[in-house]
T-cell receptor, first 113, second 112 residues
């Protein structure tokens, strides 16, 4: 069964701690993306990767880091430098560049107190 | 910067009434995509429009892409409870290879 998995679904952390969100896809897609969604708002791009071992900053990359060591995996680390980390984080993938539809994972809801 | 304005932010309708959401871009788009996000869920791709003036239908949903490729709309005829959710448009600027520009979404609420 092909798709994108994100874990965990809910994550709670204390301020000052780094936390890594997992994203795995078995769709054989080249491109992967991380978005942040705040209540009642649209999606904002954090990072994206169009090929393995390469990634680019999106609009709100500050306080986040990523890696793309394998085609299937694109983990996101929310560092303590991110001022407002509480949000819903969505991972997506697509066959190629921005001309292709994006498939989203179920998301991780991060709460930092 | 480049942006896509999506209106309205919310729309309350009685079941059976029609619903429309509009997206207007500050720049010409090469394509526009539409997604639906159910409450508590994740966005799901609905359709992509590429050609100027294109109209596509999916059952009760009609999608349009403007002649100037700067605006788009989604119209739902005779809404049902299964239509509840937030509808997003996302377009790629024609003069840029950099990312999709997302609208803020329109939330469809069915009045009881």
């Amino acid at each position: 069964d092909g798709g994108i998995t994100q874990s965990p679904k809910y994550l709670f952390r204390k301020e000052g701690q780094n936390v890594t969100l997992s994203c795995e896809q078995n769709l054989n897609h080249d491109a992967m993306y991380w978005y942040r969604q705040d209540p009642g708002q649209g999606l904002r791009l954090i990072y994206y990767s169009q090929i393995v071992n390469d990634f680019q900053k999106g609009d709100i990359a500050e306080g986040y880091s990523v890696s793309r060591e394998k085609k299937e995996s694109f983990p996101l680390t929310v560092t303590s430098a991110q001022k407002n980390p509480t949000a819903f984080y969505l991972c997506a993938s697509s066959r190629g560049d921005w001309a292709y539809e994006q498939y989203f994972g179920p998301g991780t809801r991060l709460t930092v107190t | 910067g480049q942006q896509v304005m999506q209106i309205p932010q919310y729309q309350h309708v009685q079941e059976g009434e029609d619903f429309t959401t509009y997206c207007n871009s500050s720049t010409t788009l090469s394509n526009i995509q539409w997604y639906k996000q159910r409450p508590g869920g994740h966005p799901v791709f609905l359709i992509q429009l590429v050609k100027s003036g294109e109209v596509k239908k999916q059952k009760r949903l009609t999608f349009q892409f403007g002649e100037a490729k700067k605006n788009s709309s989604l119209h739902i005829t005779a809404t049902q409870t299964t239509d509840v959710g937030t509808y997003f448009c996302a377009g790629k600027a024609m003069d840029s290879n950099y990312q999709l520009i997302w609208g803020a979404g329109t939330k469809l609420i069915i009045k009881p």
